[in-house]
């Protein structure tokens, strides 16, 4: 018999505050490097936010210090009221914090299915209580329910994107982290998950926090935290992102 799961995120309203994202007084060092400083951010149900700067200022740092990959030397990392500071990764995605990283990080040897399995570890039990695949996933990405036999591996760049995020998302996150998810893809595969992702906040209420260059997709986000040398520098709505400011933070 099919075991069947709830839909991949019930829907939230904006003022479900027991779900925002926020980060305070961030500090994080790589040996006596101090890469964040002081770092204050939020991100609100159904809230798209998108960090930008230029390389090397801390932006996939803050995103693998929110999932527990780094630990901060102070500062807290919260979802509502709960901090989850001193937890280990597969803790903090248990308590709500989904991750796809930059270069993807699938499994090229498993096939789809088995990639699209292993999100199901996020969830109570894991996969000894979790086998079923929420169809809501391909409906997302119908590619990836035509290609469930075929390795990881042999998918395209942005098809292998789409698995990921797909794979996070099993888990039934309260918040989505992606890091640079258009790098290397074709724009027609871009605008494809550009929208999957307006489509997740819209149907489920997940939050969205995104590092990405791409300036359509920046377009698409509701908010913008600007970093620079590991802080931040400005924030505001995208919508009154000016052209200096794309200019100095996106080098476009």
């Keep these: 018999m099919t075991t069947t799961t709830a839909p991949i995120s019930p829907p939230r309203t904006s003022s479900d505050a027991g779900n925002q994202l926020t980060l305070r007084g961030l500090n994080v060092f790589y040996g006596e490097s101090h890469i964040l400083r002081d770092v204050d951010l939020s991100v609100k149900p159904a809230q798209m936010v998108c960090l930008i700067g230029l390389n090397g200022v801390g932006k996939t740092t803050m995103l693998k210090t929110v999932i527990g990959l780094l630990r901060q030397r102070s500062g807290s990392v919260q979802i509502g009221e709960r901090d989850l500071s001193s937890l280990p990764?597969?803790?903090?995605?248990r308590a709500g914090i989904g991750y796809v990283p930059?270069?993807?990080e699938i499994i090229p040897q498993l096939t789809v299915r088995e990639n699209l399995?292993?999100?199901l570890e996020a969830l109570p039990g894991g996969l000894t209580r979790n086998r079923h695949i929420d169809p809501v996933v391909f409906e997302l990405f119908p590619v990836?329910?035509?290609?469930?036999a075929r390795r990881g591996g042999d998918l395209s760049g942005g098809q292998q994107q789409q698995l990921a995020i797909a794979r996070a998302l099993l888990g039934k996150p309260k918040v989505l982290l992606?890091?640079?998810?258009?790098?290397?893809?074709?724009?027609?595969v871009v605008l494809d998950i550009e929208r999957?992702?307006?489509?997740?906040?819209?149907?489920?209420?997940i939050s969205v926090l995104l590092v990405e260059h791409h300036l359509h997709f920046v377009r698409q986000s509701d908010w913008y935290y600007a970093m620079q040398k590991g802080g931040i520098v400005a924030s505001g709505p995208t919508k009154d992102l000016s052209k200096d400011m794309i200019h100095r933070f996106l080098s476009v």
């Design 102 to 104: 930059q270069g993807r």
């Design 117 to 119: 399995l292993l999100g």
């Design 144 to 148: 990836l329910e035509k290609f469930l």
């Design 89 to 93: 990764p597969h803790q903090r995605a």
């Design 178 to 188: 992606l890091d640079e998810p258009t790098e290397g893809i074709q724009p027609s």
């Design 196 to 205: 999957a992702v307006k489509r997740i906040i819209a149907t489920t209420g």
